[in-house]
């Protein structure tokens, strides 16, 4: 649900939707992708902390928690605050151009 409420904020912000659904699944995809080439181990995990989809995975994990780079509920926090701020992007975006 909140992957749905991130696309619909993007898609409110950029008011197309295939450049929505392209730039959600980078934001899902190749950003976790992206954090791979980054050697400082420390700054490696706090990527992969604020990545959403690696947050929303944490979610589902019930086992070997000490191994995640961030909890399930952190994760469904971090998650829930990416969708949050797709939807406040798209608002006023939506509100500016339909005026």
């Known amino acids: 649900m909140l992957i749905a409420l991130l696309g619909l904020g993007a898609a409110t912000a950029?008011?197309?939707?295939?450049?929505?659904?392209?730039?959600?699944?980078?934001?899902?995809?190749?950003?976790?992708?992206?954090?791979?080439?980054?050697?400082?181990?420390?700054?490696?995990?706090h990527l992969q902390q604020i990545a959403p989809m690696t947050a929303g995975l944490a979610v589902q994990a019930t086992v070997d928690l000490d191994t995640l780079p961030i909890g399930p509920w952190a994760g469904l926090g971090v998650l829930a605050g990416w969708a949050v701020a797709a939807l406040l992007g798209g608002g006023p975006a939506l509100r500016l151009w339909d005026a």
Do not use: M
Request: aromatic share 10%; charged share 15%.
């Open 14 to 45: 950029v008011r197309d939707s295939a450049a929505a659904v392209g730039f959600v699944l980078g934001l899902l995809f190749v950003l976790p992708i992206l954090t791979q080439l980054v050697t400082d181990p420390d700054w490696h995990r």
